[in-house]
């Protein structure tokens, strides 16, 4: 797609390159379709007629004709690949529209809801504000579970209309304006109700790490590990645990990384260590981390004694 990532020319990759569409029989089912496969939310139009510009090299899908329910244009029936009557003229494209969107947060899986209405985007009343709600923002977006369901403007006060109130979802809904709720824009709330939501995205492999260098411990020594995340999730902790050769032997809250002691070691100690961290009561997980050995060493030199010979003191 060209001219921008959710708006432009529909272009399609086949056989090592990129081709048009022709827009025969193009329409705003077929538009939808591309706005899903690209992650662009809703469709807001279809255009024919190289509306975005003439494209060059093939054509390689005609006479497109999608339900709107699929999830890739090429799932849509179509005459083969490659074959058309068309020329770079009659170029197919979309103007896509993403309806909601998190904003303030640390990337684009958490911060303050905010609805695009009207022309103008909007905020989210903290009303009846739950994990049901968070967790249909949350795959509306693709960004995983939802971890948290933030009231009082947890990421600041938005500007402008207040759109929904009163939002109750299932969980099932495909977005959060299918969801009940007041009419748009009416409410009875400020912006120091601003509903806000964290999502997992895809959490990062932690990594493990000993503050000493050396993997031989002697007996009695004191260790630390250290296991940190990558991309901590806006400020909400995690729990952290450490595992030595299979089960779990620690745990710890912290929002990006937490530091293991364990004293006083012993062979009891020795073998594989990793770490792991999670949300929502290690029911949402992160990838395991690298592994670390370590192997107890007894340092302790054994008593020397001898006997002097006769006539010796």
């Not at 538009?31 to 494209?55: I, M, N, P, Y």
């Not at 031989?216 to 995340?229: A, D, K």
Request: glycine share 10%.
């Amino acid at each position: 797609m060209v001219t921008t990532n959710c708006s432009g020319r529909v272009e399609i990759f086949y056989d090592g390159m990129w081709g048009t569409v022709c827009d025969d029989g193009w329409d705003i089912n077929d538009a939808t379709v591309v706005c899903r496969q690209l992650r662009c939310g809703k469709a807001d139009s279809a255009h024919e007629s190289a509306h975005f510009g003439q494209g060059s090299g093939q054509i390689w899908l005609d006479d497109v004709g999608c339900t709107g329910h699929e999830t890739s244009l090429t799932q849509c029936s179509h005459s083969s690949v490659g074959t058309h009557n068309c020329g770079h003229s009659e170029d197919a494209g979309v103007v896509c529209i993403q309806d909601t969107r998190l904003v303030n947060g640390v990337d684009s899986c958490c911060g303050r809801v905010e609805i695009y209405h009207n022309g103008q985007w909007g905020t989210v009343c903290d009303d009846n504000w739950d994990m049901t709600n968070a967790a249909v923002v949350c795959r509306q977006l693709e960004c995983g579970s939802a971890i948290s369901a933030l009231h009082n403007a947890a990421f600041g006060q938005g500007s402008g209309s207040v759109w929904l109130d009163d939002v109750k979802c299932l969980g099932s809904e495909g977005s959060l304006t299918q969801c009940s709720h007041s009419e748009l824009g009416t409410h009875d709330c400020n912006h120091g109700e601003d509903a806000g939501v964290v999502c997992s995205g895809e959490l990062q492999i932690p990594t493990l790490s000993l503050t000493s260098t050396y993997l031989f411990v002697s007996r009695g020594e004191n260790i630390q590990f250290r296991c940190t995340t990558p991309n901590p999730r806006c400020s909400v902790n995690a729990e952290f645990q450490l595992f030595i050769n299979g089960p779990s032997i620690s745990s710890q809250k912290h929002v990006s990384s937490v530091t293991f002691n364990i004293v006083n070691v012993d062979v009891s100690h020795q073998g594989n260590y990793s770490c792991h961290y999670s949300y929502q009561n290690n029911t949402i997980k992160s990838p395991w981390s690298n592994s670390v050995n370590i192997t107890v060493v007894d340092l302790q030199q054994p008593s020397i004694s001898h006997s002097a010979p006769d006539g010796w003191v």
